[in-house]
């Protein structure tokens, strides 16, 4: 049994960490609810008591909808992606073939570049007609596709780099649960007649799933949360074709200085992740229940 | 001898007078600007900068570069929001109404009385003028003012059996030509486009009010609170864009600013309509002959005044604001203006720089900087209303959205002209 | 035979998977080591240069941008350690009223992170005057759900009787803590510290928002900055400068990949 927390001890050890954490998450978090009631204050206006009205401009705002289902899409295409993509990557680096560590370094290193390096050397990359894609789409006789100014594929583009980044992280994850599988697990499957596919899905995978979890969540929040890239390559365009909510809620805010509708959108944010955050608590405990 | 000394004592009197009334007023002020990576420029806003300092030790001036215009004008807000602006900046002309509304920029005017200072203010181009008035005070001093100009690629012209000493002048012209200088592979894919001109984000829209401009309208007024997106004019403007790409002269899709040139260069495409600020970059890279033209117009030549003016931030002091004052004065004096013309392709916002003995060799070998000075009569201001930013995105994404293909060209822009009014009613 | 088939398979795979994502990457290399005019034109006799890279450094204070980021992940990092080690050894080691309330509370954070907060977390700073300095920058995340849990989880597995063996010695609380708990959790520590790093090395949003003169821009804003221009993007310098910025990390992780592989791991497996 834990002995009783003392109050000095309890003073230094949680109330001064704790607040700090409080004060840049919590407590902004509750005064974007506050503020979001207000409208925009500028110099020759005061900021007042508006009620419901931001609200209303949200529901109204169609460039929202469209950020709403971009920001949807993009969760939805990198999630998964980057997430099949890793357990590839995890399998061959785990094959013990020649030239792994090369392999691994390809894999991992867009890993370790800032969000923005990368959107710089994909920007390049992307560059219609000039870029190093449209030159290997050229070798196959195909057209240069301009990738950042069309709106069916800007999002896509945005959705490539993202997983590009993201994958090689992932990747360290499932070749550490590839790692702690147990090799007579395996072993008897084989004795069984199974060939390395059957191994694999009725083997490996269900012990993944605990990383597929963390995984998922980890890329779920890096959904929302960068858009680094989105800044750089696109501005959110074409005709909003690219916009995230986080790049949203950051042009209102400081390119449009509308802070009150910046914190609108804030709240509306929080509650997206919120819901995602039950939605992921109700399915854990579903399927710890069957098990 | 005493006529010497008659002579020279006044002057030595009024030397000293003036060191003393100088450190009286000594100020360190901070310059926000928004230059690119373009090394030379950037070491020619420093060269300027210290030479100021050079010549006024008793103030000091640290040269900040934020960024992009838009980037800087953010910070610069940010900056002053926070209490600290810097005491002068180079933000965009079209901020202008932005800058005011956030009440963080004093008339220049008010600081510019004497008649000496009158007069200064008198010898600047009218047409860079007129975006920095607002309510008869002038706030801005032109600095460092483009408009796009049409660059193009000679040697792909005398290839495509075309009179390179005459460009397209019209949009007619301008498809006929750009047919012929379109280059094929052994696909049939485009390795040369006729032309390109940016479609896309703040750049897609400058060069847009150009076209609007050419067929005898303009986007926007002077009171800053009417927005003219849905005319006959950018209608046509924008159906001009769209049959480029129909008739195969210009990439179909949004064409992005910043690629574009690098793909001239590259000779991807064998004209393009961009800012003159990138004469400099041009004439350093190109690996081929190349020239530069008037905007091809609807109705005859039009062109968009842009580019960055100097503002003077309010919440200062006498000391710097006359500090600020003074450095502009001395980065828009002849020999400074005719400095950041040649190092940038920027023009000089006053007819005196052009006639600097620096300036006539430089347009000597290089004619090509003439031709935005010459097409300045033809150009109006730049889209420019209150809510800047976000009354900008509208004609942004109604640009966007038709040459995309996603929107149709007159919805498109009645949706932006209805979201346009509905912010400026306000202000009315 | 189909196995040795199989693993022929598997090799050109992996090779080919592994070719197309190094792509990019090497593409930017490509484009930096070059004059301007051969950086989308790819002639394999075009001469190397490093002018890039000079001319890059001397265009913008990157020295400055380097100082500063290596501040401000510093000073996150050893406030993350202290902080986050303080909390974590509170609910191992004691019980108090809300305990489990309390610690749900602090996980929000890894929800919704100061990165989504930007509109708010701004108008804090602003309000304390802390805009444009790297106390500022740092400041949301001083301390780390993330590090409270990971520290959490492994000082629970710190045996027991140890601690109390210690006790009996009549070593207090703080003594507990240095000589048995944070010794156990070193290679958790190495892990977090290196999550850490690259995490903020890598930050942009909320350095752009918060920053404004060079003095305190951390290398990924000053790369922006560099890079963002509007007239003659020239690649070879973008790509340099781009390179720089990260070479630190890249070489870093070139020599340590074992290590960095394996620290890395053990952040995700807790």
Redesign the interface.
Known sequence: MNKRLPLGLACIMLVAPCALLVAFTHYPALRAILNSFWNNASSRRPSRFVGLENYQALLADDRLAQVLVNSTLYALGTVPLAIVLAICMALLVNAKLPGTALMRLSFFMPTMLPMIAVANIWLFFYAPGIGLASKILGIFGVAPINFLGRTDTSLASMMAVAVWKEAGLFMIFYLAALQAVPANLKDAARLEGAGPVRVFFDVVLPLLRPTTIFVAVNALINAFRLVDHVIVMTEGGPNNSSALLLYYIYTVTFGQRDFAYGATLTVLMVAILGVLAIFQFWILNRRAHYQ | MKAIYRVALPLVAAALAGTAAKSAAAADIELYF??????PA?ATIQALTDEWAANNPQHSIKA????????TT??A???A??G?PPAVAVLLAIDIFTLI????ILPISDLATSDEDKAWMDGFYEGFMKDARFEDKTYAIPFQRSTPVFYYNVDAFREAGLDPDAPPTTWDEMIEMGKKLVVK?A?G???R?GTRIPT??L?GAWMFGGLVVSKGDVLSTETGTEARIDTPASLASLEFLLSLAEEGVM?????????T???F??G?TASMW??T??L???NE?A?FDWNVGFLPGGDGPGAPAGGGNFYIFKDTTDEERAAALDFIKFMTSPESAAKWSIA??YVAPRPDAWETPEMQAYVAELPQALVALEQLPYAQREFATF?R??VT?YL??AI??A?????DPAEALQGAQEKADAVLSDYR | MSRSLNRILFATLAAVLAAIWGLPFMYSVWTAFHAEQYSANFQLDAPLTLANFVRAWQAAPFSVYFINTVILITTVLIANLILCTLVAYAFVRYRFRWAGFLFALIMVQLLISPEILIVENYLTLATIGLTDTIIGIALPYLTSAFGIFLLRQTFMTVPRSLDEAAQIEGAGAWRVLWDIYVPLARPVYLAYALVSISFHWNNFLWPLIVTNSPEVRPVTVGLSVFATVDSGVEWSLVNAATLMTTAPLIIAFIFFQRQFVANFMRAGIK
């Open positions: 928004p230059v690119g990576v373009n090394a950037v900040v570069y934020a960024g992009n215009y838009e980037e953010t910070k807000l940010t900056a929001h926070a600290q509304e956030e009440d963080v592979d696909n894919n485009v390795t486009w896309l984000g750049g990439a179909p899709g949004g064409i992005s600013w910043g690629d040139p690098k793909a260069l590259e991807q961009t800012s600020g990138n400099a970059f041009v890279n690996t940038t392709g809510q930013a976000k995105q942004v994404d966007e959205g040459v995309t293909g996603s929107v």
